[in-house]
Nanobody
Framework: QVQLVESGGGLVQAGGSLRLFCAASESTFRTYTMGWFRQAPGKEREFVAAISWSGGRSYYADFVKGRFTISRDNAKNTVYLQMNSLKPEDTAVYYC?????????????????WGQGTQVTVSL
């Protein structure tokens, strides 16, 4: 069973950037579709971005298109989320998730493994 550990969160001013990291415990990570989700206070967890096992395909929620980029390095068992032009409404706990299956899914219950999350806070 793969374990996921997120890092890279923090406090940033609006317009700034952060890079999130998600490290996986096993090399089987390389066969998984990976996703990022987020949960703001008082709201449900929502899909942010996903990337195929090879890194060749990715897609994003509309509210982050053009600002966030998901990528992965299978040699390092790590997936990244580069977040630029951050807004206060991006404030949330960000979760990394792994899906042992095909690409193209963005519902929580379609992902098999989850990290504990990392807090991102964007101030005015």
């Amino acid at each position: 069973q793969v374990q996921l550990v997120e890092s890279g969160g923090g406090l940033v001013q609006a317009g700034g950037s952060l890079r999130l990291f998600c490290a996986a415990s096993e090399s089987t990570f390389r066969t998984y579709t990976m996703g990022w989700f987020r949960q703001a206070p008082g709201k449900e967890r929502e899909f942010v971005a996903a990337i195929s096992w090879s890194g060749g395909r990715s897609y994003y929620a509309d509210f982050v298109k053009g600002r966030f980029t998901i990528s992965r390095d299978n040699a390092k068992n790590t997936v990244y989320l580069q977040m630029n032009s951050l807004k206060p409404e991006d404030t949330a706990v960000y979760y990394c998730a792994a899906r042992d299956g095909s690409f193209g899914y963005k519902r929580e219950n379609e992902y098999d493994y989850w990290g504990q999350g990392t807090q991102v806070t964007v101030s005015l």
